[in-house]
């Protein structure tokens, strides 16, 4: 049953690339990054490639999809010993998004877990700005972060100053290996003010299946147009803990330019904090009170390359830890189909 | 897997030519996105408008990528209306200053 859901999918795909191939070409972009980790002495090298498919069909309708490919190759004792790999391959989302009016639109299929700013918008490795994620990202996405079932969003109210955002969704327990959801309905809503590019919204989960349990969070971005500063943060709650992050960076884009050799670097700050709450089985958060600040070093090569370099200490009763990451990151984009650019 | 130092070599040589390959190129990233497309047929305000619902909606989240045909800009714009709430009309003016 599965596998003709699967087929049917793909020829889904294959007919709404040959009716968009009109108008709009699908694309398959995304990101591919080498990611090198140095925490507690240990260090874990890790190639990703994230594709992103996107398949518009005619003026409304679109098909899109985002896959994980990741390796884990580190050492056996942690810093001696042979090198072992480990892979890893996930389906983040495959959704069937259909625009039905300027307010509504609405998605079946796999989705990600629309709770605060991180996992829906921060998440592809060619965004964050930081390697880790936060320590709350495990609030209100259980449990794998996207979900599987049917999603309304849309901006609801739209003023010359300000317009109301939200996503509602229900998502089923699915157990497919990629495709693998909890069940659960939650949503998100948020006040955006265009003019000072400035957003405040909250989120809510309810996890419907074992121990029903409750997550909120609310979050705040900021994008001063006065300068070429972004502040984010997020607060989550759950019975398992509750924490907060955040994050400040600075592009130094006023200084000759932003494709000057030093407008093209950024610098990143974050601070987070977790706190311990009460035992939950299958928790993703942290096993204790954890405190973590992050600095870090974009460089924003031409061609969609970023150099990103960052040191992390960590502290826990677990015991106090430094994180080094170093990566590069190439975010690619191509037509589909051959010639599908022309 | 027992060669920790072909890795780091690899990682090392990833770099090298990264930053080989961008070395020549200094030009700004958005006329690197407009030389490539067709002559403007946008009218130069909305351009300009595209551009600023550009840094209030998209620049939320990520910078501008750059060398995008007028018909993958299409479906990139397709996919960011679901994705970053965009209204018809900031899809259709992105889309004069990404595209024209």
């Known amino acids: 049953m599965f596998r003709k859901g699967i087929w049917a999918a793909l020829f889904a795909l294959l007919s ?53 490919f990741d390796e884990a190759i580190f050492r056996e004792d942690g810093a001696t010993g042979p090198y072992h790999a480990l892979t890893f391959s996930s389906v983040d989302y495959l959704q069937l998004d259909y625009i039905a009016s300027s307010r509504v639109t609405i998605t079946v299929g796999e989705f990600l877990t629309p709770f605060n700013i991180y996992n829906e918008r921060l998440g592809p490795v060619w965004i964050h700005n930081l390697a880790d994620s936060p320590l709350i990202a495990g609030i209100g996405t259980r449990t794998s972060g996207s979900s599987d079932g049917a999603m309304l969003r849309g901006v609801a109210l739209s003023r010359k100053n300000w317009e109301l955002n939200y996503t509602a969704y229900f998502s089923a327990l699915v157990n497919a ?52 500063l972004e502040l984010r943060a997020e607060y989550a709650h759950t019975l398992g803990g509750q924490g907060y992050w955040v994050e400040a960076a600075y592009r130094f884009s006023r200084f000759r330019g932003s494709t000057s050799w030093l407008g093209r670097l950024q610098a990143v700050g974050r601070v987070q904090q977790f706190y311990l709450g009460k035992p939950v089985p299958d928790d993703v958060n942290p096993g204790a009170d954890t405190q973590k600040v992050d600095f870090g070093l974009n460089y924003y090569l031409p061609h969609n390359f970023r150099l990103n370099g960052s040191y992390g200490r960590q502290f826990s009763s677990f015991g106090n830890t430094n994180i080094w990451n170093l990566q590069i990151t190439y975010r690619f984009l191509f037509p589909l189909i051959p010639g599908g650019s022309k | 897997m027992n060669s920790p130092l072909a890795v780091r070599l690899a990682f090392v040589l990833l770099f090298a030519a990264v930053l080989a390959a961008t070395a020549q190129n200094s030009a700004p990233q958005q006329q690197s996105v407009k030389s490539k497309l067709p002559p403007v047929q946008a009218t130069t305000n909305e351009s300009e408008e595209g551009e600023k619902r550009f840094e209030t909606h998209c620049g939320r989240c990520h910078v501008p990528p750059e060398d995008l045909s007028p018909r993958e800009a299409r479906a990139v714009l397709r996919q960011m209306r679901v994705r970053a709430d965009l209204s018809s009309e900031d899809e259709r003016l992105i889309l004069k200053y990404l595209a024209p």
Not at chain 1, 27 to 47: D, E, M, R, W
Not at chain 1, 201 to 224: A, K
């Open chain 1, 16 to 68: 709404g690339a040959s009716l968009s191939a009109q108008s709009e070409t699908p694309i398959i972009s995304g990101g591919v990054q080498y990611l090198s980790t140095t925490a507690g002495g240990a260090t874990t090298f890790q190639p990703i490639i994230a594709p992103v498919v996107a398949i518009p069909i005619g003026e409304r309708w679109l098909i899109e999809s985002r896959s994980t």
């Open chain 1, 177 to 228: 290996r990629y495709f693998g959801a909890g069940r659960s309905a939650g949503g998100r809503v948020g006040v955006f003010i265009p003019r000072t590019r400035f957003e405040l919204g909250m989120s809510y989960q309810r996890f419907l299946q074992d121990q029903h349990l409750n997550s909120w969070g609310t979050y705040l971005i900021w994008q001063p147009y006065a300068a070429p």
